[in-house]
């Protein structure tokens, strides 16, 4: 799997634009609701990273399980929750071989967590195990990256991020015949006395066609209950960089 996170788990919530997690988890609950679920569901927040929207579920009174391939980004998140007072149940696991005790209402894979899956074997596999340890009826969210964020935001462009203490520059190489953008970021960490420490993480996404996504979710045994072009539910515009989807678990 092309994320692992070692060095960036400690930079992440500063690096780049975040969704609004808290506007993100208010809209989960309310359709859950809308669909009539069950006050009380078990929401898997799949490839939590470091927990921010585990955290605005959990404060919204939600039962959350976290799971994330990257022990430093559970630690993050465990101290995410911890600071408001709340203690989930984090697993360290791989997407690829999610393994639950045993069903959940509603599982949620945000911030274009499934754009690290490496090619169209993987992502069915998600969706089929997703789809496994969902409840019947049980719902499915997820965002992932469009075509135009690929060729237009990520594409060779190169982005940089600082503050007093962290400068960051992003790298960007899109290669458009094999839909795979590789990322370089190099990080200068300000440490006491006044010197920098040097840090490098390599990450890579793959671009999954909106027809390849929506024929395996399909296959997997979902149904598509809304594509959006935002979090409030917009229309799919040609310029969207994220596509919101929102399925049911059918068979």
């Given at each position: 799997?092309?994320a692992s996170?070692?060095?960036?788990p400690?930079?992440?919530?500063f690096?780049g634009e975040?969704?609004?997690?808290?506007?993100m988890?208010?809209?989960?609950?309310?359709?859950?609701e809308?669909?009539g679920?069950?006050e009380?569901?078990l929401?898997?927040d799949?490839?939590c990273?470091?927990?921010k929207l585990?955290?605005?579920l959990?404060?919204r009174?939600?039962?959350?399980?976290?799971t994330d391939?990257s022990?430093?980004m559970?630690?993050?998140?465990r101290?995410t929750?911890m600071?408001k007072g709340?203690s989930?149940?984090?697993?360290c696991q791989?997407?690829?071989?999610?393994d639950l005790?045993g069903?959940?209402?509603?599982t949620?894979?945000?911030?274009?967590?499934?754009?690290y899956?490496?090619?169209?074997?993987?992502l069915e596999?998600?969706f089929?195990l997703?789809?496994?340890?969902?409840?019947?009826g049980?719902?499915f969210f997820?965002?992932?990256n469009?075509?135009?964020k690929?060729e237009?935001?990520?594409g060779?462009n190169?982005y940089?991020?600082?503050?007093e203490?962290?400068?960051?520059?992003w790298?960007?190489q899109?290669?458009a015949?094999e839909?795979v953008c590789?990322?370089?970021?190099t990080m200068f960490?300000?440490?006491?006395g006044g010197?920098?420490?040097?840090?490098?993480?390599?990450?890579?996404?793959?671009?999954?066609a909106?027809?390849l996504?929506?024929k395996?979710?399909?296959?997997?045994g979902?149904?598509l209950?809304?594509?959006a072009g935002?979090l409030?539910?917009g229309?799919v515009?040609e310029e969207?960089a994220d596509?919101?989807?929102?399925c049911?678990?059918?068979?």
């Open positions: 799997m092309a996170y070692t060095e960036l400690a930079f992440y919530d690096l975040h969704p609004d997690y808290e506007k988890a208010e809209r989960i609950i309310n359709i859950y809308e669909k679920a069950k009380s569901g929401i898997l799949l490839a990273g470091t927990g585990t955290c605005a959990l404060e009174g939600a039962d959350v399980i976290g391939l022990p430093e559970l630690m993050q998140a101290d929750c600071q709340h989930p149940l984090l697993l791989d997407m690829r071989d999610l005790y069903t959940v209402d509603v949620v894979c945000a911030t274009n967590s499934l754009n899956l490496e090619n169209e074997g993987e596999r998600v089929s997703v789809h496994n340890f969902l409840t019947p049980g719902l997820f965002d992932i469009s075509l135009y690929f237009k935001l990520y060779e190169t940089v991020f600082e503050n203490d962290v400068f960051c520059v790298e960007n899109y290669e015949e839909g590789d990322f370089r970021l960490e300000k440490e006491r010197r920098y420490r040097r840090l490098e993480e390599e990450q890579s996404q793959t671009y999954f909106e027809e996504v929506e395996l979710l399909k296959k997997a979902f149904e209950i809304e594509k935002d409030e539910g229309t515009k969207s596509l919101f989807y929102v049911k678990c059918v068979k």
